[in-house]
């Protein structure tokens, strides 16, 4: 090898060392920004070593996965002398944003108190191995399994009754009124669905997963995000196509829901007849017919009643009022509960203004339904088309 070749080796291997150097410098300050960062609320968590965190999971063993994110994996495991049954989430450390997400998630989760929150116990920060966020383990499953999921091998799998099902929606109409109006900041969750539902053993409804939170100034006063996050099929569409976000974005997800929990149906579905694919496009018209559809709503599996009638129709007049398209004409939260509830009182001064018939049922502005079918068909194609054609877009993130 010549002299000026050696040199030339050597030159890169320095540099390449240099690169390293800097690149560990630039993780430790990173990581030194975030400890100061959630200082305010490290005290009140355990804070896990990286070894209970593998002890816990099992060298996150792929038995103990319970779900997974776009940039998460969330294990089963145990912690302590006692052997607490938790819930890890591990961020992806390879994601440039990771800090700021476990950070601001950190943050939220931590200064949450609600019987219908999963409560954060503690917390992990590994230099090399990433980070980590500790929660209370939530036995009976998420409403998604419970709703959607058939069990291979067993003929007509056991249905959530009614009563749960309303006990659900009155459960998470009260955890979304908390983040709205219960905490010091107005907090939007952003990815209402029922995968980020869980419950009891005694089908007690905890809402989870606030990765995708942030806060607002205050309730109903919107903002422009850049990238647009969620799961297709409960973004609100003011939110889908322009960013922008309030409580109200909650509210509409918080519909589909409703709508899920009424219907049985997921909000798409390719394998429906034409039509039908998307559950909102699908149900507003019902909707607008009024009582004499409840049948035609209501999930197969489900018996209207006497005894149910009522909580049937409240909760199918408190769906169509969350799906409203105009974000402005969209109930509050707390106005919502008020309807599950049959507390209808401090709702019908609005009734008027908001377009809502006095029959028993909520319906949207349909003077503009043809321009939201339109909305709704783009919204619908894409989840279709796997928005391939968004992957390396900067302005849309969906699950």
Avoid at 286 to 300: A, R, V, Y
Wanted: net charge positive; hydrophobic share 35%; aromatic share 8%.
């Amino acid at each position: 090898m010549s002299s000026s070749a050696a040199a030339t080796v050597l030159m890169v291997n320095l540099d390449n060392g240099l690169c390293e150097s800097k690149a560990k410098e630039l993780k430790w300050r990173r990581f030194e920004s975030l400890e100061r960062s959630i200082s305010p609320m490290a005290h009140t968590l355990v804070r896990f070593s990286y070894g209970e965190i593998l002890a816990a999971t099992r060298n996150f063993s792929k038995g103990r996965v319970l779900g997974r994110g776009a940039l998460s994996c969330v294990f089963r495991g145990r912690v302590g002398i006692l052997r607490t049954a938790v819930a890890i989430k591990r961020l992806d450390k390879e994601d440039k944003e990771s800090s700021k997400a476990f950070c601001r998630e950190l943050m939220i989760s931590s200064s949450l108190q609600n019987p219908n929150v999963t409560p954060l116990v503690g917390f992990c920060i590994d230099p090399e191995e990433g980070l980590f966020l500790v929660y209370k383990y939530v036995s009976g499953g998420s409403l998604e399994r419970h709703l959607h999921e058939k069990k291979r091998g067993v003929k007509g799998s056991a249905t959530l009754s009614w009563s749960v099902r309303h006990k659900v929606a009155i459960g998470i109409a009260e955890a979304i009124a908390y983040l709205h109006n219960g905490t010091e900041r107005c907090i939007v969750h952003r990815d209402i669905k029922p995968s980020n539902i869980l419950l009891s053993s005694n089908k007690t409804a905890k809402l989870c997963d606030f990765g995708l939170a942030t806060w607002t100034s205050a309730p109903s006063i919107p903002f422009l995000c850049k990238t647009v996050k969620g799961t297709f099929g409960y973004l609100a569409p003011e939110y889908f196509q322009h960013g922008k976000i309030s409580d109200k974005t909650d509210v509409y997800a918080f519909g589909v829901v409703l709508l899920e929990l009424i219907t049985g149906r997921k909000p798409i579905e390719a394998r429906r007849p034409q039509g039908e694919e998307n559950l909102v496009l699908w149900a507003k018209p019902l909707l607008h017919k009024g009582k004499g559809t409840i049948e035609e709503l209501l999930d197969p599996r489900l018996k209207c009643t006497l005894r149910n009638s009522s909580q049937i129709t409240r909760m199918i007049e408190a769906a169509a009022a969350c799906i409203t398209s105009e974000e402005s004409r969209r109930p509050s939260i707390c106005e919502i509960m008020a309807i599950l509830k049959g507390e209808q009182e401090p709702f019908l001064s609005k009734r008027k203004k908001s377009g809502f018939l006095g029959n028993g049922l909520v319906i949207d502005c349909y003077s503009q339904l043809q321009q939201t079918n339109s909305e709704m068909k783009s919204h619908l194609a894409l989840a279709m088309l796997g928005v391939s054609e968004f992957e390396e877009d900067d302005h849309l993130y969906c699950r």
